[in-house]
C-alpha cells in the first residue's frame, strides 16, 4: 500500500492548510481513510476520519475547524485545515483501513507524514 501526501508547510496563526493523500497499491476496497498527528512530545493522535459511507469523526480539539473529506473512486482523503494553532503543529500523518486482494481482513496503514507548523 503506497501514499502520497502533500499540502504541509509552515503557516501563521489562524491561517490554512489543506492535506491530501492518495492511497494506492493492490487494494481491493477502504473502509476508512484519516489524518492521526503526531505534536512533539506527545503521542501520535487521532485527528479525523471518514468512512466509505461519508460518515466522519473528529477529535474535540478540531471539530469547527477541520473538515474532511474523500473521493472513493480516487482513494483520496483531504483534510482543509482552518483557524490553525500552535497546538496544531505537528506531523501529520495519513491513514487508511484497507483490504488488499490477496488477504481477508481490513488492516490499518499510515503514510509516511507530512509536516505542518504553526508559529508566527
Known amino acids: 500500500v503506497h501514499f502520497v501526501e502533500s499540502g504541509g508547510g509552515v503557516v501563521q496563526p489562524g491561517g490554512s492548510l489543506t492535506l491530501s493523500c492518495v492511497v494506492s497499491?493492490?487494494?481491493?476496497?477502504?473502509?476508512?481513510m484519516g489524518w492521526y498527528r503526531k505534536a512533539p512530545g506527545k503521542e501520535r493522535e487521532l485527528v479525523a476520519t471518514?468512512?466509505?459511507?461519508?460518515?466522519?469523526n473528529y477529535t474535540e480539539a478540531v471539530q469547527g475547524r477541520f473538515t474532511i473529506s474523500g473521493d472513493n473512486a480516487k482513494n483520496t482523503v483531504y483534510q482543509q485545515m482552518n483557524s490553525l494553532k500552535s497546538v496544531d503543529t505537528g506531523v501529520y500523518y495519513c491513514?487508511?483501513?484497507?483490504?488488499?486482494?490477496?488477504?481477508?481482513?481490513?488492516?490499518?496503514?499510515w503514510g509516511q507524514g507530512t509536516r505542518v507548523t504553526v508559529s508566527s
Open positions: 491513514y487508511a483501513e484497507a483490504r488488499q486482494y490477496y488477504l481477508v481482513s481490513y488492516l490499518p496503514y
Open positions: 471518514i468512512n466509505e459511507h461519508g460518515i466522519t
Open positions: 497499491g493492490s487494494i481491493e476496497s477502504i473502509k476508512t
